[in-house]
């Protein structure tokens, strides 16, 4: 699914996904002067804030496969007043063009649906490479099994949810975070789960698409199709419009010297807890 600069922006300015990403900023604990990563960084959404926290002392690294969107963000963030300490990279999540333990902190939203489920592991495995011990790794990311939309027909609807699945290649990461963040080695993990409001405008950007492959593939009729998105339209003209999915947030910590198993304290010859 192709994603735009102007559908992140929109989408960032929901009162919704602005509370998540605040969530997400003090999760990654930063401070003035620290050094920190965002993996997917789009059109500089979140550099940008990121860059306001840490600071002139500090450098924030932005890293998108997508050449058009990092053209866009250095723009946006020469623009905002913070390019002196910010960057962006054409790079792969997968293989960071970032030295180890060289950040502060790792963030990633809504960029791992759009990997495939092994690559999804690797690059979980790069965000917690590249950051220093003790240091956060933050990814939020959507289970669109989750979506629920208003509309005169459920059982089509969830039909058209089941298609709409069927564009990401891992449509269900959110709930799968904390076992990947886990394996990758992360301690302290924190999990926490938003309900997020979609506008009519987005579900018609995001779902128009889907409606046409359901009908290329023949999972939707014609009539169905047509029936079901003027259903939705007439809700939404009556006030009754209703759509919502789940992101979830999760959080661990890059683990330090301090979190190596110790071996008992000795005392006498004798291992201190046997007494």
Not at 134 to 147: C, E, F, R
Request: glycine share 10%; net charge positive; aromatic share 6%.
């Amino acid at each position: 699914m192709r994603i735009d600069a102007e559908y992140l922006r929109r989408t960032a300015a929901s009162p919704a996904v602005r509370a998540v990403k605040q969530r997400g900023y003090e999760l990654l604990r930063l401070r003035p002067g620290a050094t920190v990563v965002d993996v997917g960084c789009g059109p500089a959404i979140d550099t940008v804030a990121l860059a306001r926290i840490v600071g002139p002392g500090g450098c924030v690294i932005g890293v998108d496969a997508d050449p058009a969107l990092v053209t866009e963000a250095n723009r946006v963030s020469f623009q905002s007043g913070t390019g002196a300490f910010t960057r962006h990279v054409v790079g792969s999540a997968t293989a960071l063009p970032l030295d180890t333990a060289s950040s502060d902190g790792c963030y990633s939203e809504r960029l791992l649906q759009h990997l495939p489920w092994t690559a999804t592991q690797r690059a979980v495995a790069e965000f917690v490479r590249v950051v220093r011990p003790g240091g956060m790794v933050v990814v939020a990311d959507t289970d669109w099994a989750t979506l629920s939309i208003a509309a005169p027909d459920p059982l089509l609807e969830r039909r058209v949810v089941s298609q709409h699945s069927t564009a990401f290649p891992n449509p269900f990461s959110g709930r799968y975070l904390s076992g990947l963040l886990l394996r990758a080695g992360l301690v302290d993990l924190i999990q926490e789960s938003y309900a997020l409001s979609l506008t009519y405008e987005a579900m018609e950007f995001l779902l128009l698409p889907t409606l046409r492959a359901g009908v290329a593939s023949g999972v939707i009729a014609p009539a169905e199709a047509g029936r079901w998105w003027i259903g939705v339209r007439d809700l939404r003209n009556h006030g009754q419009f209703f759509a919502q999915v789940c992101l979830v947030v999760t959080a661990g910590r890059a683990p330090g010297r301090s979190d190596a198993p110790r071996p008992p304290r000795m005392r006498g010859g004798e291992p201190a807890d046997h007494g």
